[in-house]
């Protein structure tokens, strides 16, 4: 069953996230003409701090997901895997296809969106008592 709070929360979250992610990207590379792969890893590191804060102190908030190094620490592995796949298809789809670097982002966020939803509600901030998945 999909809380659609809170996934209007994530989603919220994730939006912002995306808007910010862009714009960093885009700044770093064409501004100050950094490589866009090292451009996509800072704006990683930004973008992943905000994403958890956000969904800590928001999206999940009615859940107690134990401490913050607990619930860090899951999120620091979710968010590995993650940027595992998002900088392998960002170099693919770039440099490889030729795609547009912010559109090749933009297409990796947005289908990485679904399971760091999922993974996240079941994992991260999983409910305790077990009476709703997300």
């Given at each position: 069953?999909?809380?659609?709070?809170?996934?209007?929360?994530?989603?919220?979250?994730g939006g912002s996230g995306?808007?910010?992610?862009?714009?960093?990207?885009?700044?770093?590379?064409?501004?100050?003409?950094?490589y866009y792969m090292y451009?996509?890893?800072?704006?990683?590191?930004?973008?992943?701090?905000?994403?958890?804060?956000?969904?800590?102190?928001?999206?999940?908030?009615?859940?107690?997901?134990?401490?913050?190094?607990?619930?860090?620490?899951?999120?620091?592995?979710?968010?590995a895997a993650y940027y595992?796949?998002?900088?392998?298809?960002?170099?693919?789809?770039?440099?490889?296809?030729?795609?547009?670097?912010?559109?090749?982002?933009?297409?990796?966020?947005?289908?990485?969106?679904?399971?760091?939803?999922?993974?996240?509600?079941?994992?991260?901030?999983?409910?305790?008592?077990?009476?709703?998945?997300?």
């Amino acid at each position: 069953m999909i809380n659609k709070k809170r996934l209007f929360r994530f989603c919220a979250i994730g939006g912002s996230g995306l808007v910010f992610n862009t714009g960093i990207l885009y700044l770093l590379t064409d501004t100050a003409d950094l490589y866009y792969m090292y451009s996509a890893i800072i704006s990683g590191i930004f973008i992943g701090i905000y994403n958890y804060l956000g969904n800590h102190y928001w999206t999940f908030k009615d859940r107690k997901s134990g401490s913050h190094f607990t619930g860090g620490s899951k999120f620091i592995i979710l968010l590995a895997a993650y940027y595992a796949y998002y900088y392998g298809f960002l170099y693919l789809l770039t440099s490889v296809i030729g795609l547009y670097y912010l559109l090749s982002s933009v297409l990796l966020v947005i289908i990485g969106f679904f399971l760091k939803y999922l993974l996240s509600g079941m994992w991260i901030w999983k409910n305790r008592d077990q009476d709703a998945v997300l």
